[in-house]
């Protein structure tokens, strides 16, 4: 980063004015540098949701919301989703360049190798309710990793901050398909070394052992593909909640466990379940128009699930890569007369011309489609999150180590511009009563 240039802060009538300096990245906006602004001024600034605030200076990923453009390490998702595979991503995301044939066969080897759960955690799941919503069990087995691996957990040495990268990318896919099996009270699949990535899990969601479990190549691909679009997504909700925990100098399982959290919520990685809910309650093509209307309504918080986006206001380029896999996964499994599928397809068109949705640059998102493409591939509603979870991982370990090995890191602690009760003392006893 260079500076290039100052920015004056002006405070009025009687008050003094503040030069901060304006400092450029390689692309994007500008960022004026307030770091000095208390000790100068005596003032914080005030952004709730961090709408006009960088958290972090990263190498990592590039977004441009206004043009619908997002870049892993320099490389367009378009290009990434075309010729690479999840591994390639990964192996780019932490590294920074994509591998060589020889670098990529010996990454692919490490992940497989440690894909296995330690028997112990596997006794973790039965502490759960039968019921439980696998990110329930995610969040607290992910979290329960740290309790294993002691001997590899400085966090300060970049070997350990590797070789933890490499168990959380390789256990995810395991620690999440279990967490189905044990819901659905099936016994529980080992991953197996002779499958892809993607293979692997849809193995370990849908094999049997009484069967053998055939892979199709276009549900594998359509997987794959969700997983690079989700790999990472800069400074996100579940990142940032990632990088703050791991700012104190957290484990990075309890750091993962963490964004994982995070990732749960609605207006999050729980936006392509809640997509699909939706489309479940509206239920008919008939009733589309209510919701919409409701979705308009200000005096009603309803809101269309999997529509609109903190960044993208133009497009996502996620959204328009899902939305060619999920049509590619439809006409395989010839399922584009689906109710539910015919209602989504609708829903989409009947958004995209409405004028409320249209002059707030409301468009489908990723999770609109990677919900249906999931659906699709007899993927629960109650895995989704866990999906992303899974895809997210390599991510939130990139940034993770990214802001580790950053000599400058410092514990991250917000202010807060305080509205409650001035200072007062405690009346007496009788007073009180
Ligand atoms: C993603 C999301 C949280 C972004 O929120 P945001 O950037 O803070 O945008 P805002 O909440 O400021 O919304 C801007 C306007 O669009 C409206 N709006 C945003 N998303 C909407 C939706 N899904 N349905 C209906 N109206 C919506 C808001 O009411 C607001 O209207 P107003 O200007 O008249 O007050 C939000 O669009 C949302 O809740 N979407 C549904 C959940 C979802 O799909 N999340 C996945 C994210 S990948």
């Given at each position: 980063?260079?500076q290039k ?16 300096p304006v ?25 709730p ?7 972090s ?7 441009d ?6 870049l892993?390490?320099?490389?367009p ?16 995301l932490?590294?920074?360049e994509l ?13 497989k ?18 019921d439980?919503h ?8 992910v ?9 590899a957990?400085?966090?300060?040495n970049?070997?350990?901050r ?7 990318i ?8 279990m ?8 016994p ?10 993607a ?22 691909r ?9 790999a ?13 925990a791991?700012?104190?100098g ?8 963490a ?14 379940e809640?997509?699909?809910n ?12 209510e919701?919409?209307?409701r ?6 918080p309803y809101r ?8 993208y206001?133009n ?14 996964v439809?006409?395989e ?25 249209i002059?707030?640059k ?22 989704f999150t ?11 370990v ?14 991250g602690?917000p ?19």
């Amino acid at each position: 980063m260079v500076q290039k240039g100052t920015a004056t802060l002006d405070f009025g009538k009687g008050g003094q004015s503040i030069e901060l300096p304006v400092i450029s990245g390689t692309m994007g906006p500008d960022v004026v540098d307030i770091r000095t602004l208390h000790a100068k001024s005596g003032m914080f600034t005030y952004d709730p949701g961090y709408i006009s605030t960088a958290s972090s200076s990263s190498e990592i990923t590039f977004i441009d919301g206004d043009e619908g453009i997002l870049l892993y390490r320099g490389y367009p998702i378009e290009q990434l989703a075309a010729q690479c595979d999840f591994i390639d991503v990964c192996y780019l995301l932490m590294n920074g360049e994509l591998p060589t044939s020889e670098q990529k066969t010996s990454f692919d080897n490490t992940i497989k190798n440690h894909s296995m759960l330690h028997e112990q955690l596997v006794k973790f799941y039965t502490g759960f309710r039968r019921d439980a919503h696998p990110m329930a069990l995610m969040v607290g087995v992910v979290g329960a990793l740290s309790a294993f691996y002691h001997e590899a957990m400085d966090i300060t040495n970049a070997a350990h901050r590797e070789q933890s990268a490499f168990r959380l990318i390789a256990k995810l896919p395991t620690i999440a398909a279990m967490a189905y099996k044990y819901n659905i009270g099936q016994p529980f699949i080992y991953p197996r070394n002779n499958l892809s990535y993607a293979e692997n899990f849809l193995h370990m969601m849908f094999a049997v052992p009484t069967e053998e479990y055939k892979l199709n190549p276009v549900l594998v691909r359509a997987l794959d593909r969700i997983l690079i679009l989700h790999a990472d997504h800069e400074q996100n909700a579940s990142t940032s909640t990632v990088r703050l925990a791991g700012s104190s100098g957290a484990n990075p399982y309890a750091c993962i466990s963490a964004g994982i959290a995070c990732l749960w919520g609605p207006a999050h990685g729980g936006a392509n379940e809640a997509c699909l809910n939706m489309l479940e309650e509206i239920g008919d093509v008939s009733r589309i128009d209510e919701y919409i209307q409701r979705a308009k309504n200000k005096d009603d918080p309803y809101r269309l699930m999997g529509f609109g986006h903190r960044v993208y206001k133009n497009f996502d380029p996620r959204a328009k890569l899902m939305r060619e896999t999920c049509h590619e996964v439809l006409n395989e499994l010839g399922l584009q007369n689906d109710r539910l599928f015919k209602l989504a397809l609708q829903l989409e068109k009947i958004a995209l011309e409405d004028e409320y949705f249209i002059s707030r640059k409301l468009y489908p998102n990723v999770d609109f489609y990677s919900g249906i493409v999931q659906r699709a591939l007899g993927i629960p509603t109650f895995m989704f999150t866990a999906i992303f979870a899974m895809a997210r991982t390599v991510g939130w370990v990139a940034q993770w180590s990214e802001m580790i090995s950053d000599p400058n890191h410092r514990i991250g602690r917000p202010r807060q511009l305080y509205t409650g009760i001035t200072m007062r003392n405690i009346p007496s006893a009788a007073l009180r009563k």
